[in-house]
């Protein structure tokens, strides 16, 4: 053991098993909640009200949990102590039926799994291996685990997927207890000397304006990723099936992933967040306008994936380049967090939206929020200096 450590440590594989069963727990909680939650009763209201708690307590979690970071700088330990917590609130959650408690328990799952978002993500752009390298292997594990969620909607007990997030946060953490940062020695003696100051976040106004940008374009995309499973299962697809087009649409991340150093340095901050907006508007008209389950599948495999993930790369990408780099965690988990208002936002309406009308009033009027933003967006500064991806 002792002489296996020391090779573990710092090598690919242990980034392999971070990235692969951080983002299969993600996706094997959160990508068929929604069919899951109306499948054991809730209506559309309920299961909205559920969900919305993931937004509310993130909100106070995220940023929390990123300052700790950025002060402490010992993002193993605190990945491992809320991956523990992730796995043992899932177990509790596949016996509860409780609206109010299924509130509670979803609320702080999903806090805490969006709360080691931005520790992967600086991770992924500090490390010794190039970030799309790393990144693919997040999407193949939230492909893989949407796929065996949806099949274990469909086929098993619910103990059967919670004990499926149970394993897959141990294998996360024994990840994370090899990973490193590139120069991570020299880099906590001097963050250690000097403590983040917050005050140059909100005196950052084209800071300000990203993070604008960013809690509509958040939202709509919060709400596409728990409604999406629904208005499949109103078009007829089955649990089990969704679970298939959730896979294949997630693997059309992988290119934009793998090749991200080729285009994500070269094109500025604005630009990209621009066609991300064009893009998850165009899908939602679809998603409006159609009522043919072919079009949608199509649709959704195609395109989903495109936008949310170049938001995610955009994100690093901004904070990296507006704010100093001892506020890298902590800019991204306060975007992260007002992202999650949003989405309580969003949810609770889009929910009241589906009960009084049907999911593709509710997607036409998420077109309309994501084209507001592309205005915003006009307006964001290039931000291309800094690199990130290469």
């Known amino acids: 053991m002792k002489k296996f450590f020391p090779r573990y440590k710092g090598s690919y594989f242990c980034y392999v098993l971070t990235f692969f069963f951080y983002f299969m727990a993600m996706a094997l909680f959160g990508s068929v909640l929604s069919v899951y939650l109306t499948g054991i009763g809730k209506s559309a ?15 106070a979690m995220v940023p929390a949990v990123g300052y ?51 520790i992967t993500e600086r991770m992924a752009g500090q490390s010794k291996y ?50 490193e940062e590139k120069g991570e020695k020299k880099a906590e003696k001097a963050e250690k000397r000097e403590k983040p100051p917050l005050s ?19 939202g709509c995309s919060g709400v596409n990723m728990n409604l999406a499973p629904v208005l499949l299962s109103s078009l007829g697809v089955s649990t089990g099936a969704v679970g298939t087009v959730l896979f294949f ?36 008209l679809f998603y409006g306008f159609s009522r ?40 991204l988990s306060v975007i992260n967090s007002l992202n999650s208002v949003s989405i309580i936002l969003l949810q609770n309406a889009g929910g009241f939206v589906t009960d009084q009308w049907n999911i593709q009033v509710l997607y036409l009027c998420l077109a309309v929020l994501t084209g507001l933003g ?16 290469s």
Request: hydrophobic share 55%; net charge positive; proline share 3%.
């Open 45 to 59: 209201s309920e299961m909205s009200f559920i969900i919305s708690a993931s937004g509310l307590f993130s909100f």
């Open 68 to 118: 700790l970071n950025d002060l402490t700088r010992r993002p193993r330990l605190i990945s491992t102590l809320l991956l523990l917590g992730v796995g043992v609130l899932g177990l509790v959650f596949a016996v509860c039926r409780a609206t109010w408690a299924l509130f509670l328990l979803d609320g702080l799952i999903m806090s805490f799994i969006n709360s080691i978002m931005p």
């Open 130 to 179: 190039r970030y799309g390298a790393l990144r693919v292997w997040g999407t193949l594990g939230y492909a893989v685990g949407a796929q065996c969620a949806g099949v274990a909607v469909e086929l098993y007990p619910p103990m059967v997927l919670f004990a499926a997030l149970f394993i897959s946060c141990g294998l996360t953490a024994l990840g994370f207890a090899g990973t």
């Open 200 to 218: 140059s976040l909100v005196q950052n106004r084209q800071f300000l304006l990203y993070v604008l940008a960013a809690f509509l374009f958040a």
């Open 249 to 284: 649409s997630t693997l059309i991340e992988i290119p934009l992933i793998l090749f991200s150093h080729k285009y994500m340095d070269k094109f500025s901050g604005k630009a990209l967040m621009l066609a991300s907006f064009a893009i998850i508007t165009v899908q939602f």
């Open 292 to 331: 043919s389950a072919l079009v949608v599948v199509a649709v959704m495999v195609s395109i989903k994936a495109i936008a949310s993930t170049l938001f995610q790369m955009i994100t690093l990408k901004m904070v990296r380049n507006l704010l100093p780099g001892s506020l890298t965690t902590t800019g």
């Open 374 to 389: 592309m205005l915003l967006a006009l307006g964001l500064p290039a931000c291309k200096d800094e690199k990130v991806f």
